[in-house]
Nanobody, 123 residues
Framework: VQLQASGGGLVQPGGSLTLSCAASGSNVRTYTITWFRQAPGKEREFVAAFGWSGNRKYSDPVKGRFTVSRDTAKNSVYLQMNGLNSEDTAVYYC??????????????????WGQGTLVTVSS
């Protein structure tokens, strides 16, 4: 499967942004699609996951502010981000994995990666 992440940009603190991850070459429903991010000078970290069965998982820093969803007609997964702050500034990546649900937060089990899209939160 090929993944194409898009939707990044510059947003003011408190603002919202929606990222898209478009899949091609395979049905998005056969994978768990995850979102990771990498802030400047930091390691890449798990953000959210949408499981093939519809389960959702979020990291603690984004829980309650971010929402992950899937549109099977568009073969895409989305990350709706609300209440953005400077700590959300990062390059965001989408990835696809077939691992068990308990391991979806692990970077090394992701099979396919999209290119990153930069989100900058600044006034």
């Amino acid at each position: 499967v090929q993944l194409q992440a898009s939707g990044g940009g510059l947003v003011q603190p408190g603002g919202s942004l929606t990222l898209s991850c478009a899949a091609s070459g395979s049905n998005v429903r056969t994978y768990t699609i995850t979102w990771f991010r990498q802030a400047p000078g930091k390691e890449r970290e798990f953000v959210a996951a949408f499981g093939w069965s519809g389960n959702r998982k979020y990291s603690d820093p984004v829980k309650g502010r971010f929402t992950v969803s899937r549109d099977t007609a568009k073969n895409s997964v989305y990350l709706q981000m609300n209440g953005l702050n400077s700590e959300d500034t990062a390059v965001y990546y989408c990835a696809a994995t077939t691992t068990i649900w308990g391991r979806v937060t692990e970077e090394n089990v992701q099979r396919y990666w999209g290119q990153g899209t930069l989100v900058t939160v600044s006034s």
